[in-house]
């Protein structure tokens, strides 16, 4: 039986003297939605002075595609001013913060350290710290679960908005853990206050729980996409498809130049636990290769609990760079995406390979685990 599970926005009526008589202000996508399926828009214009909303990376509606720019703009459905809180605006003006009293946040994150509304809910607690702005946190699962911890712990010189913090590849925190996390790492004097979830244990995953799979980008189209994504978001950082402009980005990589059939081979002769490589064919109709035969692999999870996906999108990129010879690029040319992506740029520049890489940070992750404990909500 699935667990039954409340999210923040399910539990609002808990802060309800903290919204009540004050302008508040939303910072939410798609994915902010009761166990009803009610958009957190809807339920918080109706009860409280909604003033303002902020948009973040794909925007308030989850129509913007990664990357691309989110303008201001008004709400038609509810006459609210929406401010970009992404690319040049991803900090705060005054504008933006004397609109509201008190900020809500409510967004569901991939437990991805690359991934960028963690950063977004980051900047705007700094910008509530400096102007005495409160600031709540509806809290939500996390799809991975919060056990599994693994990766590389990003080095303070390749800090970007995919990566900073002192975090692991996979982070295993909720988004009210790592309100507490980085706000004691960023030393913020900000007014806090988390509305946990009720239900949540730290072994569940999504799928496992009666709430429903919202894309909280329109790449990531399922629980088996983010899964996968924790390793095969590295594929950004190079000339090779990593799915995007097919049904499963993330879970499909190739190239034109590739040999799937060898790359199979190849990757499943690792025998990586929990993980299985199948050759396959695509053909993306946008972004990388777009309009273009790509052959390479789909990555299958045949087993949750043994799999490191970090590690299978590290072997897959190093085996495929091998195959590919010179017709491999990385992407970047005074600044290397896949460093951001990674945290180190020890991977690119050859100190370590793939089986390296994870071993000289299995300590660090470790630490790091032990680091974050104080802040889990959840046992």
Request: aromatic share 10%.
């Amino acid at each position: 039986m699935k667990k039954h599970i409340l999210s923040g926005i399910d539990r609002i009526q808990t802060v309800d003297r903290l919204l009540k008589g004050r302008r508040v202000g939303l910072m939410t996508n798609p994915t902010g939605i009761t166990h009803e399926l009610q958009s957190s828009i809807d339920v918080i214009h109706s009860r409280y002075n909604l003033t303002a909303m902020y948009a973040v990376e794909h925007g308030i509606r989850g129509d913007i595609q990664a990357g691309e720019h989110v303008e201001n703009f008004t709400d038609p459905e509810t006459g609210v001013t929406v401010y970009s809180a992404y690319g040049q605006n991803s900090r705060f003006t005054d504008e933006m913060l004397d609109a509201f009293d008190v900020l809500v946040f409510d967004i569901q994150d991939m437990g991805a350290r690359f991934y960028t509304y963690i950063y977004s809910m980051a900047y705007a607690m700094q910008a509530c710290a400096r102007k005495q702005k409160s600031m709540i946190v509806l809290d939500r699962v996390n799809p991975l679960g919060g056990l599994k911890r693994c990766g590389t712990i990003i080095r303070p010189e390749f800090a970007s908005f995919v990566g900073d913090y002192a975090l692991a590849t996979q982070y295993g925190l909720t988004m009210g853990e790592f309100a507490g996390y980085v706000k004691d790492h960023l030393h913020l004097d900000v007014d806090l206050t988390v509305v946990p979830l009720e239900g949540w244990t730290r072994d569940t995953l999504l799928d496992e729980t009666d709430l429903p799979w919202v894309a909280p980008s329109p790449n990531l189209t399922n629980l088996e996409g983010a899964l996968c994504y924790i390793g095969t978001c590295v594929f950004e950082g190079t000339n090779l498809s990593e799915g995007r402009g097919t049904t499963l980005p993330f879970q499909l990589m190739g190239a034109p130049f590739l040999n799937g059939a060898e790359l199979e081979t190849r990757m499943n002769a690792l025998k990586l636990p929990g993980l299985h490589f199948r050759r396959t064919s695509f053909c993306p109709t946008f972004s990388k290769h777009q309009g273009v035969l790509c052959h390479g692999v789909q990555m299958h999870v045949t087993d949750r609990e043994k799999c490191n996906a970090f590690a299978g999108g590290l072997y897959l990129l190093q085996t495929a760079k091998e195959l590919a010879g010179d017709q491999f690029e990385w992407l970047g040319k005074t600044e290397f995406f896949i460093d951001k992506l990674l945290g180190t740029d020890e991977f690119r520049t050859g100190k370590y390979d793939a089986a390296g890489l994870i071993e000289a940070y299995r300590q660090p992750v470790q630490d790091f685990s032990e680091k974050v404990r104080p802040y889990e909500l959840y046992k």
